[in-house]
Antibody, heavy 117, light 106 residues
Framework: EVQLVESGGGLVQPGGSLRLSCAAS????????MNWVRQAPGKGLEWVSY????????YYADSVKGRFTISRDNAKNSLYLQMNSLRAEDTAVYYC??????????WGQGTLVTVSS | DIQMTQSPSSLSASVGDRVTITCQAS??????LNWYQQKPGKAPKLLIY???NLETGVPSRFSGSGSGTDFTFTISSLQPEDIATYYC????????FGQGTKLEIK
């Protein structure tokens, strides 16, 4: 059974940092690209970042470029999102999602990040 | 960047009605389009992939069509459990989502 389990969310002050993790199981993690998607309270889905299977290709949404860093550890079947210089508008549920082309049915349950003083 | 324009943003319909949602891409995305259903507090659930393929286990009243830039999602006979927000998503280049359509029962 495929599972994606996010962790690391919480309350952080503006300007602070947080590191999200996503533990993957049930599929060959190292063969697939991965994504982070977020959803602000009461808002729609927003793609945040992409990383290829080998980490050779990385993309970010303009809204997080220069502040967020995506990474993965294929030996640990894990995906990460380092979030720095956090702003109130980064408050959202952050989802870990696998390849939209091949594994779009698999999403994590989400982890809530709240940026507030 | 590819932009996805989804309409309407909200929709009220009666049980048994046929419901249609449209999604337009800012450039040709072939058939690289997913449709998701999301209920409050839950992760999105994949309903349709490759624009028109029904995900395993999804009721046949859901369908999708289109290619290129114009896509349609249809519920042939609305059921009470279909109350949710629906999103289109292109995956030709990364993974842009439409703005969502909130479906309510009239």
């Amino acid at each position: 059974e495929v599972q994606l389990v996010e962790s690391g969310g919480g309350l952080v002050q503006p300007g602070g940092s947080l590191r999200l993790s996503c533990a993957a199981s049930g599929f060959t993690f190292s063969s697939y690209s991965m994504n982070w998607v977020r959803q602000a309270p009461g808002k729609g889905l927003e793609w945040v970042s992409y990383i290829s299977s080998s980490s050779s290709t990385i993309y970010y949404a303009d809204s997080v470029k220069g502040r967020f860093t995506i990474s993965r550890d294929n030996a640990k079947n894990s995906l990460y999102l380092q979030m720095n210089s956090l702003r109130a508008e980064d408050t959202a549920v952050y989802y870990c999602a696998s390849s939209f082309r091949y594994l779009a049915r698999y999403w994590g349950q989400g982890t809530l990040v709240t940026v507030s003083s | 960047d590819i932009q996805m324009t989804q309409s309407p943003s909200s929709l009220s319909a009666s049980v048994g009605d046929r419901v249609t949602i449209t999604c337009q891409a800012s450039q040709d995305i072939s058939n690289y389009l997913n449709w998701y259903q999301q209920k409050p507090g839950k992760a999105p659930k994949l309903l349709i992939y490759d624009a028109s393929n029904l995900e395993t286990g999804v009721p046949s009243r859901f369908s999708g069509s289109g290619s290129g830039t114009d896509f349609t999602f249809t519920i042939s006979s609305l059921q009470p459990e279909d109350i949710a927000t629906y999103y289109c998503q292109q995956y030709d280049n990364l993974g842009t989502f439409g703005q969502g359509t909130k479906l309510e029962i009239k």
